[in-house]
């Protein structure tokens, strides 16, 4: 063995290396992660703020953070991702970010003139205790009358949960700083969490086809896969505009996908434990907007939920349409189910596109053997066990897991099929198992953008393709290349 | 046209109007979307292909799994270094520091992946927190046996070129740790290339063609035990040379080394790097082959360029990369082909660089440093190009716009580099100009 550079072994570590307050147990058994299923929360805040109209995100910390988020998604949605960056120097890490603040703030309307900035922090810009909102008053008293954008903030400390938590936090922000008081309306408040930009369209023509006048917060299901463009646009069309946010305090009722949503205990924190308010508990409190809580609406049962409070709420009928849908989505559950029964699946992804998952699986003869995700709210079990009425005791359930803790559970336990993210594929590619892409992010094909797990609609998508993957991989491995099923 | 931020007016020259020098070198403007990422980010890209090291990064999650996997590099051995370690620091740490997380992740990790070594990556928190990353090091190098390497980028203090001068100093550490190795008397170092997509397998195949021998590459295929020995070879060839050139000067200070820079971009600057080694060593024998071997690739490779060439002549070319070197390079690789390049630019170029570029470029080409969104879609609307080359970042702007695109970054999965390379540049371009789906949008 070669000998290594430093010959210094009377090494001399000081008294920081006495065990941590709280969760020693954790930390004593600690192996890092590895292959992280999650991402930090200034992702979630950046992704929901370009789901307003004419927004443009800053983040307020390194350059590297604004353009590795800017990568990461534009590999997802294959679109332009503009995000700024305060662009922290030494310097302002010393004295406070104050001026590359404002800096960023007026370089962006320059070159934007955005209706709105969303204000996204970091773990430096918070550690060193920087007062965003207190910048941002700055920044006002000194333009005097200059009409300025709306802005909206969102604390982010990629140290506290993950890209989940940024977002529940971003949306909740948003509706803080623009939700007003007024005559009750007829209209509803939709937060879909974060699904497809394939999702929201298909939420909004479900909406739409009911008659019923919505507010869908965020909507980035143009801003983030526009159709091709004559000439570039800066801020991309679309999203939800300031003054249907303002109208979410007048609404009938509120309904809220995900049943986590940023609610988790924040693993890891110490300050307080406060858990995050989401948008539709804050309306619910603040303005006596009631708020229906429900998991994603994938499989007939969740989607049943939803179609049934749209019709209780609203009022109205539930289309013909959907009702074939419907009719069709069972029919093709009959077609298929033989060759899914007993299938053993891992899932993984953020905690509520898991909960929703696994539901829809549940519900249709395929055993989830793992459900895992990265975040570590610690209601994942709980909320699983709530929907899977099936197998609820033989589901292994793993709040903060990462890829390579699945990866060694696969190893050892072979499961038939992965059903999540395209991270995984690794997993797949060395275990010979099928995998199906769905959720965030899907960087190893294109249309990840366009996915649909949603209504019965989605739920079809996901079905038949979930089947053939099966069938498929069974015929492709067969020592007959057979034509018939 | 739209406004360009005027603090950022000295960073885009168009030749033959304006006649001042570039401005470059510049930290990055607040608020304008600059496609350059930070510190850790040099750093990491730069040490990332050693295949056979640990590599943990000491921060929050993000950090970690933005770069997992982030560079098509690959390795005919090992493949540690595609797994993405962080020690995914939560405010607990953050408030009573993080540094018995740290020695406990390395510890489990040096046990479970037995590495050769170990470079910790320092980010942001780390430097606000205060952990003494280095002492943490030094005793798990002690108690493991290996060297455990600190990195100490974080993101916030400088641009991404210090990060590339740290992951310098931190290969430096480890050259000359192995003085029992003898090694041929034509032997070189390879620096900057990355083995994207096995390009490196092809140059070193290539270079054994000529006799010449090589030591370690630094860092792609890169194994640590090979940059220990680097200090053996008589030669450092330095390709991107805005990461490693703050390498090659260090081993000629200490060493002695001598090095060149080269490009294998193109027929030209590949064949260049092939002869330049040959004068180098004063060998007639292997000036000789490298004769032979540039005559017999060329052979083959020359009728079928111009294939593409008759489709793409006289098209134009932008260009939007991370080093200005591989931005010179292109150029004179697309006039292979025809194309004619109306703007170019570069995240991290220097003086030099972009001196170069104005010398090879024709009047009335935009040259611009650390640009952004903006800037580049004005540039392509106001010069007509037919073709964006650039990363990642670059793609969907190209594509909204109705351009092709070829991908020259570091994840792209075609070999660009030497002569198999030249032909594959070709197809890509090719492939995407000259597709029928443009047809459908307005430009």
């Known amino acids: ?32 992660t590895r292959n992280a299923c999650k991402l930090c929360a200034p992702l979630g805040a950046s992704v929901a703020f370009k789901g307003i109209r004419g927004c443009v995100p800053i983040i307020h910390g390194g350059q590297g953070c604004a353009t590795y988020i800017r990568r990461y998604l534009i590999s997802h949605y294959k679109e332009p991702v503009d995000i700024a960056s305060s662009n922290f120097s030494e310097e302002a890490t010393i004295f406070g970010g104050g001026a590359n603040c404002h800096a960023a703030i007026g370089n962006v309307i320059k070159q934007y003139q955005p209706e709105v900035i969303g204000i996204t922090t970091t773990c430096l810009s918070e550690t ?31 140290y506290q949960g993950s890209h989940m938590d940024g977002f529940h936090e971003a949306v909740t922000g948003i509706v803080k700083s623009m939700a007003e008081t007024g005559e009750l309306g007829e209209h509803l408040n939709i937060f879909p969490g974060f699904v497809s930009p394939e999702d929201l369209r298909q939420i909004k023509t479900i909406l739409e086809d009911f008659g019923i006048d919505y507010i869908l917060l965020p909507d980035y299901s143009e801003t983030l896969d526009n159709p091709i463009w004559d000439a570039y646009k800066r801020i991309p069309d679309g999203g939800t505009p300031i003054e249907s946010v303002k109208k979410c305090g007048s609404a009938r009722a509120s309904i809220e996908f995900g ?26 409190s603040t303005f006596g907007v009631e708020n229906r809580r429900m998991p994603m609406p994938i499989g007939v049962s969740s989607c049943d939920k939803f179609f049934e409070t749209l019709k209780e709420v609203s009022g109205k009928e539930i289309p013909l349409k959907y009702k074939k849908e419907r009719g069709r989505l069972i029919d093709s559950y009959v077609d298929g189910h033989k060759y899914i029964f007993g299938k053993k699946a891992v899932i993984f992804g953020e905690e509520d596109f898991v909960v929703g998952i696994a539901a829809f699986l549940n519900e249709i003869g395929i055993e989830v053997v793992l459900a895992a995700s990265g975040g570590e709210s610690g209601h994942l079990e709980t909320e699983i066990k709530k929907y899977c009425p099936e197998n609820t005791d033989s589901i292994l359930v ?16 072979k499961p038939d099929i992965l059903i999540g993210n395209s991270k995984a594929y690794y997993i797949a590619r060395d275990l010979n198992i099928p995998i199906v892409r769905c959720g965030f992010p899907i960087h190893d094909r294109i249309g990840g953008q366009r996915i649909k797990h949603l209504g019965y609609a989605g739920t079809q998508e996901l079905f038949d393709q979930i089947t053939n993957t099966l069938i498929g991989y069974k015929q492709d491995h067969s020592e007959v290349g057979y034509k018939y099923m | 046209m739209n406004e360009i931020l005027k603090e950022r007016k000295g960073q885009i020259v168009t030749k033959g109007q304006d006649d001042v020098a570039i401005a470059c070198g510049k930290a990055s403007l607040a608020g304008s979307v600059s496609q350059r990422a930070c510190v850790f980010c040099g750093s990491r890209v730069v040490l990332y292909p050693i295949a056979d090291a640990l590599h943990l990064i000491h921060g929050p999650v993000g950090c970690a799994a933005y770069t997992w996997d982030i560079r098509g590099s690959l390795s005919s051995g090992p493949q540690l270094h595609r797994l993405s370690f962080t020690t995914d620091l939560k405010e607990r740490e953050v408030v009573f520091g993080g540094e018995p997380k740290l020695y406990q992740a390395l510890i489990a990790l040096i046990d479970q992946y037995k590495p050769k070594a170990a470079f910790v990556y320092g980010t942001c928190i780390v430097g606000v927190i205060g952990d003494d990353m280095e002492a943490v090091c030094r005793r798990v190098s002690a108690e493991k046996g290996i060297d455990v390497i600190p990195v100490m980028s974080e993101g916030f203090n400088g641009t991404k070129k210090d990060g590339y001068k740290l992951a310098c100093d931190a290969l430096s550490k480890l050259i000359g740790t192995d003085n029992k190795t003898e090694v041929p008397e034509h032997s070189i170092n390879i620096l900057g290339d990355f083995n994207l997509a096995g390009e490196l397998w092809m140059l ?20 640590i035990d090979d940059v220990r020995k680097a200090h053996n070879a008589k030669l450092n060839v330095v390709q991107c040379s805005g990461s490693m050139i703050y390498l090659a000067k260090d081993m000629k200070e200490k060493y002695g080394i001598p090095f060149m820079k080269v490009s294998y971009f193109g027929i030209e600057d590949m064949s260049d790097a092939l002869y330049e080694v040959a004068r180098f060593f004063k060998s007639d024998e292997m000036m000789e082959k490298a004769r032979q071997l540039v005559k017999e690739e060329i052979s083959t490779l020359l009728p079928a360029l111009q294939e593409y060439r008759k489709d793409l002549e006289g098209k134009k070319a932008a260009i939007y990369v991370g080093g200005a070197f591989k931005a010179i390079s292109l150029v004179k690789a697309l006039r292979l082909l025809g194309m004619k390049t109306v703007v170019v630019g570069s995240q991290t170029g220097n003086q030099d660089d972009y001196n170069l570029l104005k010398d090879l470029c024709d009047e009335g080409t935009i040259i611009v440093d650390d640009s952004n969104p903006n800037e580049l879609s004005e540039f392509v609307k106001q010069t007509g190009a037919n073709l964006f080359i650039g990363g990642v970042k670059e793609r969907p702007i190209a594509y909204k716009l109705g351009l092709g695109f070829c991908d020259h970054n570091h994840e792209r999965k075609e070999a660009l580099a030497g002569y198999e390379g030249m032909l594959n540049f070709a197809k890509e371009v090719h492939a995407s100009v000259c597709s029928p789906v443009w047809k459908f949008m307005k430009r």
Request: hydrophobic share 30%; charged share 20%; aromatic share 8%.
């Open chain 1, 1 to 32: 063995m070669e000998t290594p550079i430093s010959k210094n072994k009377s090494t001399h570590l000081g008294s920081s290396f006495s065990p941590p307050s709280e969760g020693s147990g954790e930390a004593s058994s600690f192996k890092s």
């Open chain 1, 128 to 158: 060193i205790g920087d007062d965003v909102k207190q910048y941002i008053r700055t920044f006002q008293e000194l333009s005097g009358d200059k009409q300025l954008p709306h802005f909206v903030t969102a604390s982010t400390p990629s």
């Open chain 1, 259 to 284: 049943t986590i949503l940023n609610k988790g205990s924040l693993a890891g924190r110490v300050k307080t434990n406060v858990q995050a308010t989401s948008a539709g508990d804050y309306l619910e």
């Open chain 1, 398 to 413: 793993k709040n903060g897991w990462d890829y390579e803790l699945i990866h060694e559970w696969c190893t050892e336990n």
């Open chain 2, 204 to 223: 070193a195949e290539y270079y054994r063609r000529m006799g010449v021998n090589m030591v370690a590459c630094m860092t792609g295929d890169g194994r």
